[in-house]
C-alpha cells in the first residue's frame, strides 16, 4: 500500500507557473505508475498525465501537452508536476495517484491509490 501527499497549489495568473510535489510513502515506490488528475466543479476527474514506474514512460493529456511535464525521483519517493502557461482552465483540483497496474491508460479507476489533492486557480 502506498499513501500520496500532494503540495504546491496555490493561485496564479494566467501565463504563469506552478509546481506540484507528491510524496509517497512505502518501499515500493519504483513498482508503481504515477498519474496526475484533476477535477473542477461539475466535470469529471480527467487525465492530466501519467509517468511509468521507472520513468521511462510519460503520457500527457492533450489539453497540457507542451506545457506540463511530469517527473519522478524514485530514491526520494516523489512526483512533481511542473505547469506551465497556466490558462484559466487549468483551474482544477489536482491529485496524485498510483497503480500497480501496467499500462494503466487515462481512467481513473486504474488507479488505486489517491492524495487527497491540492487546489489550482488561475485567474485571467
Known amino acids: 500500500q502506498v499513501q500520496l501527499v500532494e503540495s504546491g497549489g496555490g493561485s496564479v495568473q494566467a501565463g504563469g507557473s506552478l509546481r506540484l510535489s507528491c510524496a509517497a510513502s512505502g518501499r515500493t515506490f519504483t513498482t508503481y505508475h504515477m498519474g496526475w488528475f484533476r477535477q473542477s466543479p461539475g466535470k469529471e476527474r480527467e487525465f492530466v498525465g501519467a509517468t511509468s514506474s521507472r520513468g521511462a514512460v510519460t503520457t500527457y493529456a492533450d489539453s497540457v501537452k507542451g506545457r506540463f511535464t511530469i517527473s519522478r525521483d524514485n530514491i526520494k519517493n516523489t512526483v512533481t508536476l511542473q505547469m506551465s502557461n497556466l490558462k484559466p482552465e487549468d483551474t482544477a483540483v489536482y491529485y496524485c495517484?498510483?497503480?500497480?497496474?501496467?499500462?494503466?491508460?487515462?481512467?481513473?479507476?486504474?488507479?488505486?491509490?489517491w492524495g487527497q489533492g491540492t487546489q489550482v486557480t488561475v485567474s485571467s
Open positions: 495517484a498510483a497503480t500497480y497496474r501496467d499500462n494503466p491508460g487515462r481512467w481513473p479507476g486504474a488507479f488505486n491509490y
